[in-house]
């Protein structure tokens, strides 16, 4: 969920992709799975 600004990612209703709080929760997991994996961390 990487935007084209490098380490500025996207979560929740930012997105696009989330139209429920499932789907917000969701992409908000998605954001810190590529935070992480960006750090190296993953």
């Known amino acids: 969920m990487e935007t ?3 380490n500025v ?3 929740g209703d ?3 992709l ?3 709080i499932t789907g917000a929760g ?3 997991i998605m954001a810190v799975r590529g935070m992480l994996k960006e750090l190296g961390k993953n």
């Open 9 to 11: 990612f996207v979560a």
């Open 18 to 20: 989330s139209g429920t």
């Open 26 to 28: 969701t992409t908000g």
């Open 4 to 6: 084209d600004l490098k």
């Open 14 to 16: 930012a997105s696009g």
